[in-house]
């Protein structure tokens, strides 16, 4: 495929009339073609209203045709082959097994999105059929559905140039919602980005579509997109990266006449809780356990979402046995590249800082890579008083170093978990005689986290129907919600009833004769779609 170095609105190349920029190769710190032209705000307004004129006719699409044209999309991206992995590596220095294990993913949750779709449950269809003869006053024939929000605005990704980029989750559960998509690609992966807009682009002409249902825009992030968040024609906004950008996009969204929902994924520490019987077994268990918890650090560079940037280990004999595992494991480690000399750059910043900080001592370094921008994986140590009375324990550093606190009872490890902020994960690594003292740790650790996990790591997200992928603030905007699983189309629809509408005005959800043969409840019992029940009955 032909990489123009242009924004894609609405199915047509559109050369931005702003500067250009250029994707780098973070191994080398070389510049790669083809330079990309940035769009202006004037140009940014077609995209937002071809958007706008495409949901009428998206946003009521049958099932079938739907779930048919985001089952294109991930044909289309299988179908670029090795040409996407190469680009890709060469943009994100991510390597290849990983890059080829993420296009899975993203292709695999179009196709999940698409089942979704089919069977419908999503539009979340209640009928409270009239009563006319209730006393003392008649009840109205009630009926509701989910119906989509309107244009979303999505930001891609720096960490995940597929699942979390244009054709990734925000943008795969809100195509699947019945929501247009503007897409603001992100500025270090353009030519991933400019392949796999293509890829959906393809798809929309193939199955004839409005072509505002997806444009793929570069722009910078300080004037395009919050004149993105500000635009009218946006409903709702999809976002993962820094905390300081997700709080910019929060307030633009805030601050407009008709605000809007942001569903930010942001930072999160992901900590993980070792008790004393995880600690009992061998000198090689006790090995392996850091082992295990070294390499969910240093995995992908530590540029994962989930990567455990906390670990509490009881003081003694035991968690001494495992601060020195982890020093062994940490220093046969090198470095890998990280996405972006500047985010090499934040790392470096964030390590001084924590290495700097009062009550904390270097536990174990591993060594530089061979590339640029791949520095040395670290892991610290403090105690728990330390770390509960000093913010900077607390601030995320985004890539391959994490913190361990040694706690003395149970009642200090019940202080630290209260004290964290909201977070994606928390990991339990614990044996059987651990159950009593784990238990009272559950309830607070449902009010930090969006996702509990025992005897395993954070990193590795399934994609599914039970998965959470959230967190209470700052881990995302909105607790209530997740980016990863099924439940993620729930962030872009609304509810709406209609009250006394005749048949022939409803919409087909809603009809007697269930002609998209969607599961129902009526009167609040639960009705299978293969169920010819009356409504009225």
């Given at each position: 495929?032909?990489?123009?170095?242009?924004?894609?609105?609405?199915?047509?190349?559109?050369?931005?009339?702003?500067?250009?920029?250029?994707?780098?190769?973070?191994?080398?710190?070389?510049?790669?073609?083809?330079?990309?032209?940035?769009?202006?705000?004037?140009?940014?307004?077609?995209?937002?209203?071809?958007?706008?004129?495409?949901?009428?006719?998206?946003?009521?699409?049958?099932?079938?045709?739907?779930?048919?044209?985001?089952?294109?999309?991930?044909?289309?991206?299988?179908?670029?082959?090795?040409?996407?992995?190469?680009?890709?590596?060469?943009?994100?220095?991510?390597?290849?097994?990983?890059?080829?294990?993420?296009?899975?993913?993203?292709?695999?949750?179009?196709?999940?999105?698409?089942?979704?779709?089919?069977?419908?449950?999503?539009?979340?269809?209640?009928?409270?059929?009239?009563?006319?003869?209730?006393?003392?006053?008649?009840?109205?024939?009630?009926?509701?559905?989910?119906?989509?929000?309107?244009?979303?605005?999505?930001?891609?990704?720096?960490?995940?140039?597929?699942?979390?980029?244009?054709?990734?989750?925000?943008?795969?559960?809100?195509?699947?919602?019945?929501?247009?998509?503007?897409?603001?690609?992100?500025?270090?992966?353009?030519?991933?980005?400019?392949?796999?807009?293509?890829?959906?682009?393809?798809?929309?002409?193939?199955?004839?579509?409005?072509?505002?249902?997806?444009?793929?825009?570069?722009?910078?992030?300080?004037?395009?997109?919050?004149?993105?968040?500000?635009?009218?024609?946006?409903?709702?906004?999809?976002?993962?990266?820094?905390?300081?950008?997700?709080?910019?996009?929060?307030?633009?969204?805030?601050?407009?006449?008709?605000?809007?929902?942001?569903?930010?994924?942001?930072?999160?520490?992901?900590?993980?809780?070792?008790?004393?019987?995880?600690?009992?077994?061998?000198?090689?268990?006790?090995?392996?356990?850091?082992?295990?918890?070294?390499?969910?650090?240093?995995?992908?560079?530590?540029?994962?979402?989930?990567?455990?940037?906390?670990?509490?280990?009881?003081?003694?004999?035991?968690?001494?046995?495992?601060?020195?595992?982890?020093?062994?494991?940490?220093?046969?480690?090198?470095?890998?590249?990280?996405?972006?000399?500047?985010?090499?750059?934040?790392?470096?910043?964030?390590?001084?800082?924590?290495?700097?900080?009062?009550?904390?001592?270097?536990?174990?370094?591993?060594?530089?890579?061979?590339?640029?921008?791949?520095?040395?994986?670290?892991?610290?140590?403090?105690?728990?008083?330390?770390?509960?009375?000093?913010?900077?324990?607390?601030?995320?550093?985004?890539?391959?170093?994490?913190?361990?606190?040694?706690?003395?009872?149970?009642?200090?490890?019940?202080?630290?978990?209260?004290?964290?902020?909201?977070?994606?994960?928390?990991?339990?690594?614990?044996?059987?005689?651990?159950?009593?003292?784990?238990?009272?740790?559950?309830?607070?650790?449902?009010?930090?986290?969006?996702r509990i996990i025992v005897n395993g790591w954070p990193t590795g997200v399934e994609v599914g129907h039970a998965m959470v992928h959230g967190?209470?603030?700052?881990?995302?905007?909105?607790?209530?919600?997740?980016?990863?699983?099924?439940?993620?189309?729930?962030?872009?629809?609304?509810?709406?009833?209609?009250?006394?509408?005749?048949?022939?005005?409803?919409?087909?959800?809603?009809?007697?004769?269930?002609?998209?043969?969607?599961?129902?409840?009526?009167?609040?019992?639960?009705?299978?779609?293969?169920?010819?029940?009356?409504?009225?009955?």
């Amino acid at each position: 495929m032909t990489l123009t170095g242009h924004s894609l609105i609405a199915g047509q190349t559109v050369i931005g009339d702003g500067k250009t920029a250029f994707g780098y190769n973070p191994a080398t710190n070389e510049q790669l073609d083809p330079a990309y032209s940035l769009i202006t705000e004037d140009q940014l307004k077609a995209a937002t209203e071809a958007a706008a004129a495409a949901y009428p006719s998206f946003s009521t699409l049958d099932p079938e045709t739907h779930a048919g044209f985001l089952e294109a999309v991930a044909h289309n991206i299988d179908a670029i082959g090795d040409e996407l992995i190469v680009r890709a590596n060469q943009e994100t220095g991510l390597p290849a097994a990983r890059l080829q294990g993420e296009r899975a993913r993203t292709t695999g949750q179009l196709r999940l999105f698409a089942g979704v779709v089919r069977q419908g449950d999503f539009r979340g269809v209640r009928i409270d059929p009239a009563i006319p003869d209730r006393t003392p006053l008649p009840r109205a024939d009630i009926r509701q559905r989910q119906i989509p929000l309107g244009p979303v605005a999505v930001f891609g990704a720096s960490n995940f140039p597929f699942a979390f980029s244009t054709a990734g989750g925000d943008t795969a559960s809100a195509l699947a919602a019945g929501c247009p998509v503007v897409f603001k690609a992100h500025n270090a992966h353009p030519g991933t980005s400019e392949l796999v807009g293509q890829a959906v682009t393809k798809a929309v002409q193939d199955f004839g579509l409005h072509p505002g249902v997806f444009s793929l825009i570069y722009g910078p992030g300080a004037s395009i997109g919050q004149a993105l968040v500000a635009d009218p024609h946006i409903k709702a906004v999809g976002f993962t990266g820094s905390q300081a950008a997700g709080i910019a996009l929060m307030r633009t969204a805030a601050g407009r006449r008709e605000p809007i929902p942001v569903y930010a994924e942001m930072s999160s520490l992901n900590p993980v809780f070792v008790f004393e019987g995880a600690l009992k077994g061998s000198d090689e268990q006790i090995d392996a356990l850091a082992q295990r918890y070294v390499t969910a650090v240093t995995g992908s560079s530590g540029q994962l979402c989930t990567s455990p940037g906390l670990l509490f280990a009881p003081e003694g004999e035991a968690g001494d046995k495992l601060a020195a595992a982890v020093a062994r494991a940490v220093s046969a480690c090198a470095g890998q590249t990280m996405l972006t000399e500047g985010i090499a750059g934040s790392w470096n910043q964030g390590t001084q800082n924590l290495g700097a900080a009062t009550g904390v001592e270097l536990i174990g370094q591993g060594t530089e890579g061979p590339t640029k921008n791949a520095p040395a994986p670290t892991i610290f140590g403090t105690q728990v008083r330390d770390f509960v009375s000093n913010h900077v324990l607390h601030e995320e550093i985004f890539g391959a170093a994490s913190l361990v606190i040694r706690y003395g009872s149970v009642k200090e490890l019940l202080e630290a978990a209260t004290r964290i902020e909201g977070q994606l994960t928390a990991s339990l690594q614990l044996t059987e005689e651990d159950y009593p003292t784990a238990a009272p740790l559950i309830p607070v650790l449902e009010q930090k986290v969006g996702r509990i996990i025992v005897n395993g790591w954070p990193t590795g997200v399934e994609v599914g129907h039970a998965m959470v992928h959230g967190g209470p603030f700052p881990a995302t905007s909105d607790s209530r919600t997740t980016s990863v699983g099924t439940l993620a189309i729930n962030r872009f629809l609304r509810p709406v009833a209609y009250q006394n509408i005749p048949q022939e005005l409803l919409p087909q959800p809603l009809q007697d004769t269930n002609p998209w043969h969607l599961n129902r409840r009526i009167n609040g019992d639960f009705i299978p779609a293969a169920e010819k029940a009356e409504v009225g009955a």
